[in-house]
């Protein structure tokens, strides 16, 4: 099971940091990537890490977002800075065991999702 947390209602250009914490799982043998899904749009990939630490950014986030992930608390995390009204969504992370992936069907485990508002 994951779930995450760290969502809510935010301005423009402030910072906010996502969790997804694992049980009945050891995080450090997937990969884990975190999605979003605004109103009417299709889940679309955010950023992801694999099992050796390489990190992985769509294109909109680059150089604003940053993943990571403590192993000791068994937590991936979504450090979001300089967000902007279009980040408006709900994010999800979720999870592969032993690689990762850039396409929701690639990942067979998912938390419920976090709401993140960005007002301008």
């Known amino acids: 099971q994951l779930v995450e947390s760290g969502g809510g209602l935010v301005q423009a250009g402030n910072s906010l940091r996502l969790s997804c914490t694992a049980s009945?799982?050891?995080?450090?043998?997937?990969?884990v990537g975190w999605f979003r899904q605004a109103p009417g749009k299709e889940r679309e990939f955010v950023a992801a890490?694999?099992?050796?630490?390489?990190?992985f950014y769509a294109d909109p986030v680059k150089g604003r977002f940053s993943i990571s992930r403590d192993s000791t608390k068994n937590t991936v995390y979504l450090q979001m800075m300089g967000l902007k009204p279009e980040d408006t969504a709900v994010f999800y992370c979720?999870?592969?065991?032993?690689?990762?992936?850039?396409?929701?069907?690639?990942?067979?485990?998912w938390g419920q999702g976090t709401q993140v508002t960005v007002s301008s």
């Open positions: 890490i694999s099992r050796n630490g390489s990190t």
């Open positions: 979720a999870a592969k065991f032993l690689s990762w992936g850039r396409t929701p069907p690639d990942y067979t485990t």
């Open positions: 009945g799982r050891a995080l450090i043998f997937y990969g």
